[in-house]
């Protein structure tokens, strides 16, 4: 895990300055909003990602709803509608790490040292050694490179909002042309360095919390801990208390993350699919090489993620099930007391939040009811869409 992310940070975090930065010298996660420091990165989220990319895909969508501009090709349509989801996301999930991100950082860092601790006094293996890592540390390596692919496909192809804003207004000045090709390659790595860092953070997050609290009840399954187990459960329950206050720290973020982040990947997915399935024999050989970005979001969200969250909740009832047996198992005059204090731990969830309001808690079935909806809409969207109009836009490349 530490690897993954010191990769990251030597290849993408130089780029520019975001608020939430890795620190390979202290294997830690720095807070800063200095508007200074992060002059840069302010003006790609506000100016290039909000104002100029989703407000320019708005205005393209607007002006052929209401006719005011030529056809867009039909294909262009489509991956205006991706670019608006991702550079939305991105615009929201940055603003989100201004808003939560000091307490969300100091809650990984406590959990990183609580981790660190728990493996320590176990005399375990460090369960942050995952295959995981190892996927994602290439896919931090291709994300480098894919900048470069998609701006020059962007500037060949005109795939940039940019350009259909100047040409529907008739502006020829140099200079918004220039800031036009600034544009196209600031924010193709600003997005995809948003992508690696939140893909980094919040796996990294949910991966530490499932191993805390698998190490608690590991901590409940010796024999030492059935014999001694009012020692046990006392420094058990303090962990598990712990366990819960930092969550309660990092819930804001990563339930925030957690709904632009699956709502990009559902919304993405699902114009991937269609495209993939409607235009296999018009697409140019170089557009399914942003195939794996938005491959691996499918794929950690559905096969790392979803597991992670809905882990959380199943790792924390057994771990509070074995705090209630060995309560059962003391005498009659402290078990009441015991019995009191555990109804007042909670189970560890983890929800998609905006504006402090969870939606629904996610457990085993929200896998199925995601893929459920990813194919639902898929259908309903190549059905949607007539054979004839597909065989008019075989033109377009």
């Given at each position: 895990m530490l690897h993954a992310l010191e990769t990251y940070s030597k290849w993408m975090q130089h780029f520019t300055s975001p608020p939430i930065k890795w620190c390979?010298?202290?294997?830690?996660?720095?807070?800063?909003?200095?508007p200074l420091q992060n002059f840069l990165w302010y003006f790609h989220t506000f100016v290039g990602l909000g104002f100029c990319t989703a407000g320019g895909v708005v205005v393209i969508l607007l002006s052929q709803i209401f006719q005011f501009y030529p056809p867009v090709p039909l294909a262009y349509?489509?991956?205006f509608g991706i670019e608006l989801a991702t550079s939305g996301a991105a615009f929201a999930v940055n603003l989100g790490m201004i808003l939560y991100g000091r307490e969300c950082v100091m809650g990984w860092n406590a959990l990183l040292e609580m981790q660190t601790n728990l493996q320590r006094r176990g005399r375990c293996?460090?369960?942050?050694?995952?295959?995981v890592w190892r996927i994602?540390?290439?896919?931090v390596w291709a994300f480098t490179t894919y900048p470069f692919v998609v701006s020059v496909a962007g500037i060949v192809f005109t795939l940039d909002p940019f350009y259909y804003i100047l040409s529907m207004f008739n502006i020829t000045n140099p200079l918004l042309r220039i800031f036009r090709f600034y544009l196209i390659f600031a924010i193709s790595a600003e997005m995809f360095r948003f992508?690696?860092?939140?893909?980094?953070?919040?796996t990294s997050s949910l991966i530490m919390l499932r191993?805390?609290?698998v190490l608690l009840t590991k901590e409940t399954s010796t024999s030492y801990a059935a014999i001694m187990g009012r020692m046990q459960c006392t420094r058990v329950k303090s962990g598990y208390r712990q366990a819960q206050i930092i969550t309660l720290s990092m819930e804001e973020l990563l339930g925030y993350n957690c709904l632009f982040g699956h709502g990009l990947a559902l919304v993405n997915s699902i114009l991937f699919n269609f495209v993939s399935l409607k235009f296999y024999a018009t697409l140019p050989i170089w557009f399914y090489v942003i195939f794996p970005s938005i491959a691996v979001i499918i794929l950690i969200t559905i096969h790392v993620m979803m597991p992670c969250l809905?882990?959380?909740l199943d790792n924390s009832k057994k771990l509070l099930e074995t705090l209630y047996i060995f309560t059962a198992c003391q005498c009659?005059?402290?078990?009441?007391?015991?019995?009191?204090?555990?109804?007042s731990l909670k189970k560890i969830t983890m929800s998609p939040m905006l504006a402090q309001h969870k939606f629904f808690i996610y457990t085993r079935s929200t896998k199925v009811t995601f893929l459920v909806i990813l194919v639902t809409h898929t259908i309903n969207l190549l059905l949607a869409v007539p054979r004839r109009v597909i065989q008019t836009a075989a033109h377009l490349f």
């Open positions: 390979p010298i202290k294997s830690k996660f720095l807070f800063s909003i200095c349509l489509f991956i293996h460090r369960l942050s050694t995952n295959p994602l540390t290439v896919f992508l690696a860092l939140i893909i980094l953070f919040c191993d805390t609290l809905h882990s959380l009659n005059r402290g078990r009441k007391g015991m019995i009191k204090e555990l109804r």
